[in-house]
Every structure is written in structure tokens, then in C-alpha cells.
């Protein structure tokens, strides 16, 4: 069974940046989509950035510009650098893999303050 392991999450100042890294463990297939979600409190869950195993990318409005999404697929590993980081991008950062199923990782929560 794949499981999803973020890292890199935290407190920053506004302006700020901050990398986080997704590590899928057990055998993925491809073709696959893996990415980014968030959710800050009292809203729903949102994409942030997805990137597909042939490395198409798809970023939510708000991001584009800021963040770059990336992968390893020799290590079914994604990554999220966010540059200029606003209050707004406060929330869980939510890893997701989707081949057959989604799968989602722990959260790791990003705090920006300002």
C-alpha cells in the first residue's frame, strides 16, 4: 500500500520561502498525477499545484508565478517551492497521488505571518 510522507512545513514571515517534499513509499504506477492540495481553516480543501508522471503541471491562480512544482520520479518524490509567500497561503499542505486511487499524505501546516 502506498503511503505519502511530507516535510518542510512551518512558520515564515511574509515574503518568505519555504520548500516542501512529498515521498510516496511502496510501488507506484505510472502514468500518474501527484501535487498539492491546502486548506486553511474553515474553508474547503483546494488544489495549490499537480504535475502529472510526464510532467504537465497545473497551478491554482493564486499561486502562479510564486510556486514551482517538481518531481523525481526515480523517487516518487514531489516538491513545492513557494516563494513570496503571503498570510493567505496559511493552511495544511496536503500531498496527494493519484494513479488507480487518491491517496493523501499527513498534512503539514504553513504558517505565514505578517
Known amino acids: 500500500q502506498v503511503q505519502l510522507v511530507e516535510s518542510g512545513g512551518g512558520l515564515v514571515q511574509a515574503g518568505g520561502s519555504l520548500r516542501l517534499s512529498c515521498a510516496a513509499s511502496?510501488?507506484?504506477?505510472?502514468?500518474?498525477?501527484m501535487g498539492w492540495y491546502r486548506q486553511a481553516p474553515g474553508k474547503q480543501r483546494e488544489l495549490v499545484a499537480v504535475i502529472t508522471s510526464v510532467g504537465r503541471i497545473n497551478y491554482a491562480d493564486s499561486v502562479k508565478g510564486r510556486f514551482t512544482v517538481s518531481r523525481d520520479n526515480a523517487k516518487n518524490t514531489v516538491y513545492l517551492q513557494m516563494n513570496s509567500l503571503k498570510p493567505e497561503d496559511t493552511g495544511v499542505y496536503y500531498c496527494?497521488?493519484?494513479?488507480?486511487?487518491?491517496?493523501w499524505g499527513q498534512g503539514t501546516q504553513v504558517t505565514v505571518s505578517s
Open positions: 496527494w497521488l493519484n494513479y488507480n486511487s487518491n491517496v
Open positions: 511502496g510501488t507506484v504506477f505510472s502514468p500518474n498525477v
